[in-house]
Structures are given as C-alpha cells and as structure tokens.
C-alpha cells in the first residue's frame, strides 16, 4: 500500500467519524470534532467546508446557555443518510507488541507475495486505530528486526502455499507432485493436508499421507505441483498434531533415539539455556562439562546437530549411535 493511499485512508477514517459526530441530536462543538478525531481546530473548520462541498447540509447553531456554537448536519439529510459504521479499535501495547511480534516471525516470506498481503494487512488495522496510537506503532515497529539468514525462497510458491490453504480449510484430499531429496526423484502421490507450520526459517505442511499410509513432513519448497481432488478426508482421530511436533528434536518423528551426548564445559552454559526434549536430564561435571540425556525422535536430526558441535560433544551412548558418527567423522576426514 502506497503512503498516499495509507493517508487517503486514514482521512476517509476521519470524515466518517466526522459524520456521526454531527449527526447526534446535539451535534458537536469544533473543539469536540477536533479531540475526537485529533485535528487542529483550523483542520475542523476546514473538514466543514470540505463536507459541504461534497453535499452535506453541514450548519452551525449555538444552543441556550452555551458558550460554543455546535454544528450539525440537515435533519431531512440524516433521514436520508445510511448508519455509518467502522470497527473503532483499541489496542493496548501489549496488543500491538504481541501482533509485532508475530509479524517478525514471517520473515521466511521477505520479498514475496505473501510479505506484500501480510505488510498491507497491517497498514489496514493502521487506518482503523487512532493517530495517537500509529505514532506508538511506529516506535514499536523498531522494537523487531527479523534477519533472515539464507532463507528459502517462496517467491514462486503462493500459488501452492493458496492451493494448501483452501484443501486444508475445506479438508480435501490432494495430489502432489514432490522432489524427494533422498532418492532425488520426483514422486507423484495423494496427501491429506493438516498444518502448515515454521522451522528454522522454512515452511513446512504436515500431511497424512494416504499413499503411503503415514504422516508426513513436506518442505513447500519442493512441491512442484498440487491438485485438490473433490475427495474429503476426516481429521485422524486422536492426532496431537502440537505434541507429535514437539515430541521430535526438528522436523522428523518415528525413528526413535535414546541418547546421552558429552559438552564441554565452553557449550555447556548454551546447552543449559534451552530444552532439548520433554524427558531431558542435565549431569553436572566436576570440570564444568555435563551429560545431556534426551529420548526424542529423528535420529538424523540428532546426529547432525552432534556433530555440529565438533569437538565439544561426544556421544556416549548408544553405541551403534556412537559408531555411526565415528564412521561419519571417518568418511568427512577422508574428503581432505
């Protein structure tokens, strides 16, 4: 939205409230016109002019025993004139911190279209709320900054992200044609679309996979094509789809790990910060380093973030887990 329609809005906004004050019985003064809609009172004098320019009956008449003139609109205009109505919102701070907030975590669609309809759905609530209230917006705009460090790119991918959308709103089966990463082929099979859903900086949607009678993680990003089928499908029964989410270390479940990892006592104090797993343990050590237990799923998942670490972790059981990130340390040394 450009910043000349942001202030046509907003004046609209103003003529309308404008309005409904000079329709009550009593009318309003022009300081009362001015607080109401925060303009100076030259502005209101100004307003008047504008509206009865544009056809409306505006007068001014001062009533017994007042110090002030109120104005009015025409009583044969007002029988005439439909009940104007706008959503008058009040949002505390703490509201509009908290939607900031939200809005900081879609960095993952910068740039695309969706970053335009979510920038415009926000400068819209900024027409509904009171100047007073946009100039703290603009201060608690500055409050998040949302780096998106090599984010994956949606700029090609709206029309599939709507696709999802309207089956997952209207529960109705799809066809997906998929780029699987682990054979890297293409596949083409039916999904029952249940949640979309963010991980580190990439978009994701929680299937049931009805072709091969599982549920799945699917990466938007390498959906190559989508078709909703008439077909509806029933929300599976007993699915906690928060807790099976949160049951898996990323993005992967099934595939079970029971595991205790060494850190060192320089990655220890970062381990402590956050929380692993539901069933975590914490082992302190006498040099500062601790034992890390988890039981969590994605397997996987678990042995890149090992490794990730590189020499201040270690893994101490199980060890068939153990052996396979030796034998991956063996194969990576190998490449140099």
Partial sequence: MKERDKMRGRQLVKFIRAVKLLARPSGATVDEIAEAIELSKRSAYRLFTTMSNLGFPVYDEKLPLDVEKHWKLDASFLKRLPDIKYPD??????????????????????????????QSSFEKLGLLVSDKVNKNIGKIEKLFISPSKSPKDYSEKEEIIDLLTSAILGSNTCLVKYNSFIDDTIKKFKIDPLHFFENDGGLYVLVNSTTFG???????????????????????????????????????????????????????????????????????????????????????????????????????????????IEEELIRTLALY
Avoid: C, M
């Fill in 89 to 118: 919102i009040h949002l505390t701070q703490q509201e509009i911190i908290s939607l900031y907030l939200l809005r900081s975590a879609t960095s993952i669609f910068h740039e695309s279209e969706l970053d335009e309809v979510i």
């Fill in 214 to 324: 599982n549920l799945r993680t699917l990466a938007i990003e390498r959906i190559q094509e989508i078709t909703i089928t008439k077909d509806t499908f029933k929300y599976p029964k007993d699915l906690n789809a928060q807790e099976l989410l949160s049951s898996s270390f990323d993005i992967v479940w099934g595939d079970p790990v029971d595991v205790k990892i060494w850190f060192d006592a320089k990655q220890a104090k970062y381990i402590k910060e956050r929380r692993w797993s539901k069933t975590q343990e914490i082992k302190d050590l006498d040099d500062g380093s601790i034992i890390l237990s988890i039981k969590t799923s994605g397997r996987w998942d678990v042995r890149r973030w090992v490794l990730s670490h590189g020499d201040s972790a270690k893994v101490l059981e199980p060890d068939d887990f153990r052996k396979e």
